[in-house]
């Protein structure tokens, strides 16, 4: 009897918990004027679209720290209207809430979930992305805030595709293989070749511009070496700084490119002698470099 009576103690209070704090409708005035902005921003009548909103909404998409205005929104939306088809759709048994919110008497809010399909009318490329989106319509029909969601990186890499400028990777300026560039480097100065060596893999590529053929790593190795004898002080000052670079195009490369003033004090001699130098470093999964290519400059 005490676990019965335990039971239906707290049956009560779980029902008391619940606390409705508003209406949700699936059918409302708001969500006509939220459909029929869709409808002419897809046509490209801005001039109706734009009669939707308040003059002083206030918009945020993803990423935006501070609201833009309707200004700023009609310009996105002529470049949409210019340069593709657009379609907005909701697909199969997804369906919008419109929330009145208790004491909330100004609007109602549209939450929405939709399908974006833009054809570029350029090239035919399609792009497609899922949107959601919440509206604020106020009582005179006139949407005051708007905040939209979506995959900001994977929309803008298929607008990019669909104008032909497919991007092959990215770009870094800071990279632990950036770090494994330098220790190389700092190695040749203090002429430890042997330790240099271990940075590449057993069948690497070396490349000079300008020069026929490659070398092999043991013949690389004797270069080092041979410069090591020339030069009593071997000084190499960064021009710039580095870019590790991955490129994703079939089974992915990470890339190093490099530029830097070569100063060698010639050992028998004593001249000083200053070169321009650009090193390109291709790195495997392991982090060692299976290609050098470098073109030196007087």
């Not at 009318?121 to 805030?145: A, C, L, P, Q, R």
């Not at 979506?150 to 770090?179: C, T």
């Not at 200053?274 to 290609?291: A, C, I, P, Q």
Request: net charge negative; charged share 25%; hydrophobic share 35%.
């Amino acid at each position: 009897m005490k676990n019965y009576f335990v039971v239906l103690m707290l049956f009560p209070l779980c029902v008391f918990a619940q606390k409705k704090s508003g209406v949700i409708f699936s059918e409302h005035p708001a969500l006509l004027i939220v459909e029929d902005t869709y409808k002419t921003f897809c046509s490209g009548d801005l001039e109706s679209y734009a009669s939707h909103f308040d003059p002083d909404v206030r918009i945020w998409s993803i990423g935006d720290t501070e609201p833009h205005g309707l200004k700023k929104d009609l310009e996105s939306s002529k470049w949409w209207t210019d340069n593709f088809t657009l379609k907005i759709s909701r697909d199969q048994n997804v369906t919008p809430d419109i929330i009145q919110y208790k004491g909330d008497k100004k609007g109602v809010w549209v939450y929405d979930w939709t399908r974006l399909t833009a054809i570029n009318k350029t090239s035919g490329d399609t792009v497609k992305t899922w949107f959601h989106d919440e509206f604020y319509v106020s009582n005179d029909n006139k949407i005051t805030m708007w905040l939209s969601y979506y995959n900001q990186n994977e929309l803008g890499a298929q607008i990019q595709n669909s104008f032909g400028a497919h991007r092959n990777g990215r770009v870094y300026d800071e990279h632990p293989i950036i770090n494994t560039l330098n220790e190389m480097v700092a190695h040749f100065e203090a002429g430890e070749i042997t330790e240099l060596a271990t940075y590449f893999t057993e069948d690497a590529e070396f490349y000079r511009l300008g020069v026929d053929g490659k070398l092999n790593l043991e013949e690389r190795t004797a270069t080092w070496h041979a410069s090591v004898a020339k030069n009593s002080v071997r000084n190499l000052e960064q021009s710039g700084y580095p870019d590790a670079i991955y490129y994703s195009r079939g089974e992915g490369q990470w890339v190093v490119q490099s530029w830097w003033w070569v100063n060698n004090t010639n050992a028998e001699t004593g001249e000083v002698t200053r070169e321009y130098l650009h090193m390109s470093h291709d790195f495997n999964d392991d982090g060692k470099v299976t290609r050098e290519v470098i073109y030196m400059a007087n």
